[in-house]
């Protein structure tokens, strides 16, 4: 049975950093390509970041570029996701998922959840002062 769990959620000052981490088991995530996404209250989930089966090919939302980083270390079946000068509109459930190929394409969208089988549960980040 496939499980990712995200962790590292928290509160957090503007301004701040954090990191959230995904764990697979069950699924060998050095075969797929990875996303995060999130979804703020109120709000339809939206896509955040993602990068392929190598980490050589990495994509960003327009809203978090420059401030936030994806990677992945497959030996460890983990994917991160470093949050830094965070804005209260960064708040959300983030939500890391597991793509169907390893590579994204012209067929294979990084940013539309239907790219993903795998999901996990979220955790909450909340960035208040």
């Known amino acids: 049975q496939v499980h990712l769990v995200e962790s590292g959620g928290g509160l957090v000052q503007p301004g701040g950093s954090l990191r959230v981490s995904c764990v697979a088991s069950?699924?060998?995530?050095?075969?797929?390509?990875m996303g995060w996404f999130r979804q703020a209250p109120g709000k339809e989930r939206e896509f955040v970041a993602a990068?392929?089966?190598?980490?050589?090919?990495?994509y960003y939302s327009d809203s978090v570029k420059g401030r936030f980083t994806i990677s992945r270390d497959n030996a460890q079946n983990a994917m991160y996701l470093q949050m830094s000068s965070l804005k209260p509109e960064d708040t959300a459930v983030y939500y890391c998922?597991?793509?169907?190929?390893?590579?994204?394409?012209?067929?294979?969208?990084?940013?539309?959840?239907?790219?993903?089988?795998?999901w996990g549960q979220g955790t909450q980040v909340t960035v208040s002062s």
């Open positions: 990068l392929s089966w190598s980490g050589g090919s990495r």
């Open positions: 069950g699924v060998n995530i050095g075969r797929h390509a």
């Open positions: 998922a597991a793509a169907k190929y390893d590579e994204f394409g012209p067929l294979v969208h990084e940013n539309r959840e239907t790219s993903y089988v795998y």
